[in-house]
């Protein structure tokens, strides 16, 4: 059961601000693509999930920054799946850079619901049985 | 006939880089948002005419970039439609900062796609009967 | 003292993702500009305080997703500072759209920085003042 | 003498609107990614180039939109040098996603300007060398 997923991000020219380092919100972007990756590694598209009518907002954010991540840095986002996902899944996050020094901790709650009716819905078993 | 509107933008932090100026990506935002306020001008709601079908993607972006636009600073973005919409529609811009600096000049062109067969159709009746 | 102030935001285009509402990672720029105005209407200018030396980072940020807000949408984010600011400044947010539905709720800490030698300070007196 | 060069990028959720395509104004990231691994490539680091007080801003954009890219492509993007860089650097690009379909062709020009002083220079030689 792969409970956690590591990815590399580069930091972008564009993700930074006029402090020099990247723009706190823009931590949300790689902690969605560290999902997306995991999902992927473990034989799931997201984009598919989506096309086959279930949608996974996130319901919950939190981002305790740490240290700044730079222009040009080579980041690390380490996922860990928290517990079995019902019609919520949760993940809590890691972020270092190259200098193995930890920018951020996160966690965020997603739900399933369904894209016709709006309605929450259980994890779909397929993803289930991959965990 | 108003073919031109004139908007003012205030420059937010995250749209700033580590140059310590507005992201140079980050004007098309800006050209958007005098498109979409100059329709309001003329009565005409963008969100309702994508949700009556009609989609207006952009098929030609140009961007002169005079001087650099400022974190706080209070941008003035003025409109200029070029011709009667046919398919397509173009306008030019003029983006000024708050001591009447020339920032950009730009140019873009857009399509009128029928959302359900994304098809190119011509400019709505009730938006040349506006204008 | 006002500890809080209500701003309106029209959401752009380009905050929308996929799903037709509102990117979650984009709520952290409404929490901005909820903070720079709030200053502002003090009588502070955040890009003064910046100019002077102090920098004031995100170290944590906390929102809660109640419904989506959409393209079009006027937004109204309301601002509530917690307590008197010492190293660290607190804020509560609520985020309502225009038929007075809570889009969102969240906290964010920021920390007053030295931006010579990146140690905590206090916060400058001239703000604690005016509160 | 490297003068052309192609980087591959996964198009993130965040990137798209709600169209359900990229907006248009994030590929202006696609073409500095594609400018900064060009140079990467050639044993240059952009972000040491800034450090040693050389800024090189977009200067004019031009970007010609012929098909979406949706969420989850795996675009490539090829950069073509024009010619030889002197005071200014000029690029041509295309775009592609993961069936060879051309997505969109652009071009920048960016200008090499001195940190301290804010004026023109030309292209450092330790670049032109490698070229």
């Not at 992927?40 to 700044?68: C, H, T, W």
């Not at 739900?111 to 929450?120: C, N, W």
Request: net charge neutral; charged share 25%.
């Amino acid at each position: 059961m792969e409970k956690t997923n590591k990815i590399n991000i580069r930091v972008r020219y564009s993700e930074t601000d006029k402090m020099g380092v990247v723009y706190h919100g823009n931590y949300a972007q790689y902690l969605e693509i560290a999902r997306v990756e995991w999902l992927r590694a473990l034989g799931i598209s997201y984009k598919e999930l989506e096309d086959s009518g279930v949608m996974l907002p996130v319901v919950s954010l939190q981002i305790n920054y740490k240290k700044s991540a730079r222009y040009d840095d080579l980041l690390t986002v380490e996922l860990h799946l928290l517990k079995t996902p019902g019609v919520k899944i949760e993940f809590d996050y890691r972020i270092w850079n190259q200098d193995q020094e930890i920018i951020a901790e996160a966690n965020t709650v997603l739900a399933f619901i369904d894209g016709a009716t709006f309605k929450p819905i259980r994890c779909p078993k397929y993803i289930l049985e991959k965990l």
